[in-house]
Every structure is written in structure tokens, then in C-alpha cells.
């Protein structure tokens, strides 16, 4: 089946810190890959994307690289921010987009 | 910028009542989804829409249907509603092929 598959939280860190949110998958074909943001009280973002194998996303200082060998998607941010401060979804897709597969968040707390 | 509207934040309702929830995007997307958001739980989807009058279920349908009459709106009906449906409620769209932009969520109480 599809899923994926998130390192459970929270996860707190000190202002620039570096961040690491490990995301690991199954598809049943050759999915994209997301990773979507949750701040406070409201809907998700969508943060960055990855269409193929070996792409890197990146946004806002975030960057993921998409390995199909480990099957992995890896969130990560050099220098985190307290306005970092939200829940993290990764996510896959397949057929065009038209189905999603979320892990369960990740909450992130970043500390001044 | 995409906007997708869900028309109540907050919600209480009482167990057996019709329940209707309420989403509208801008962008003339074709499809559209609701989903339920758990604590450890991630997003589930309940139903999707890609096209007006057409629906398909999602992963956790039971208990739920959904009305698309119109392209930029969908609804959500909990036809009778148990305390099992309380939970965050997230609507979003998208063009074929593209992302999903999702709206502020609905906190939906059934007490």
C-alpha cells in the first residue's frame, strides 16, 4: 500500500539550532513528495515539493531531497527561527495529484 | 493568490443533528477534498471531488456525504452526528496535476 511515515514529536530546538524531521515512505508507484506546514490556527501550506528521484525542494531556508533508494524525504533547515515554530506534514502523491498520503506531523517548538 | 474558504471556524453541534460544512475556493479548480485531522492521526481523506455532481470516497467515508452542485463549492453533510465526529475538518482544491491549497479547517464539537 501507500504510506508515509514521520518521526514523532514535538521536537524542541533552541533559535538556530539545526532542524532534521526524518519522513521514510511506501508507494506502489512513483510518487511526488511534499512537505506541508501548520502554523497556529490555520490550514496547511504547502512548504516544498519533489517530483523525482534525486530532486531537492527548497523554501524559505527548508530543503528535502527525494531518495528513492532509502525511500525518504528528509525535512531540513540550518538555522531554525521561533517563527519556525508549527507542525510539519509530509506527504505523497500519486495519480496527477489527485491523492494524497499524509504522515501523522510533526510538531516542531523552537525556543528564543 | 488561491483562496479557499471554510465557512465556520468553530462548530457545536448535538448528537443526531444534520450537520453541514461548508467550503468555497476561488480559483476555479477542479478538484476538491475534505479531510479530518487527528492527533497522531495525520490527515484522513473522506471524499473527494473532481468534477461537479461527481464524488468519490476517501479512506474514511462512513458516517459522511458530500454535495458539489456548483465548481467552487463543496459540502460536507454528517447526516446524523455522533461524538466520534468530533475532530478538525480541512477542505482543499487543486488543478489536476498540481498541489493541494487547503483552507483554515473547521473545529467541529459534537456533544
Known amino acids: 500500500g501507500n504510506s508515509v511515515t514521520q518521526m514523532e514529536g514535538p521536537v524542541t530546538l533552541s533559535e538556530e539550532a539545526f532542524l532534521t524531521i526524518n519522513c521514510t515512505y511506501t508507494a506502489t508507484g512513483y510518487p511526488s513528495l511534499f512537505w506541508y506546514v501548520q502554523y497556529p490556527g490555520e490550514g496547511l501550506q504547502l512548504l516544498l515539493k519533489a517530483t523525482k528521484a534525486d530532486d531537492k525542494g527548497s523554501n524559505k531556508g527548508f530543503e528535502a531531497t527525494y531518495r528513492k533508494e532509502t525511500t525518504s524525504f528528509h525535512l531540513e533547515k540550518g538555522s531554525v527561527q521561533v517563527s519556525d515554530s508549527a507542525v510539519y506534514f509530509c506527504?505523497?502523491?500519486?495519480?496527477?495529484?489527485?491523492?494524497?498520503?499524509f504522515g501523522s506531523g510533526t510538531k516542531l517548538n523552537v525556543k528564543p | 493568490d488561491v483562496k479557499v474558504t471554510q465557512s465556520s471556524r468553530y462548530l457545536v453541534k448535538r448528537t443526531g443533528e444534520k450537520v453541514f460544512l461548508e467550503c468555497v475556493q476561488d480559483?476555479?479548480?477542479?478538484?476538491m477534498f475534505w479531510y479530518r485531522q487527528d492527533p497522531g492521526l495525520g490527515l484522513r481523506l473522506i471524499y473527494f471531488s473532481y468534477d461537479v455532481k461527481m464524488k468519490e470516497k476517501g479512506d474514511i467515508p462512513e458516517g459522511y456525504s458530500v454535495s458539489r452542485e456548483k465548481k467552487e463549492r463543496f459540502s460536507l453533510i454528517l447526516e446524523s452526528a455522533s461524538t466520534n465526529q468530533t475532530s478538525m475538518y480541512l477542505c482543499?482544491?487543486?488543478?489536476?496535476?498540481?498541489?493541494?491549497?487547503f483552507g483554515d479547517g473547521t473545529r467541529l464539537s459534537i456533544l
Open positions: 506527504a505523497l502523491s500519486l495519480y496527477n495529484f489527485n491523492k494524497f498520503y
Open positions: 480559483m476555479d479548480h477542479e478538484n
Open positions: 482543499a482544491s487543486s488543478q489536476p496535476t498540481q498541489p493541494q491549497h
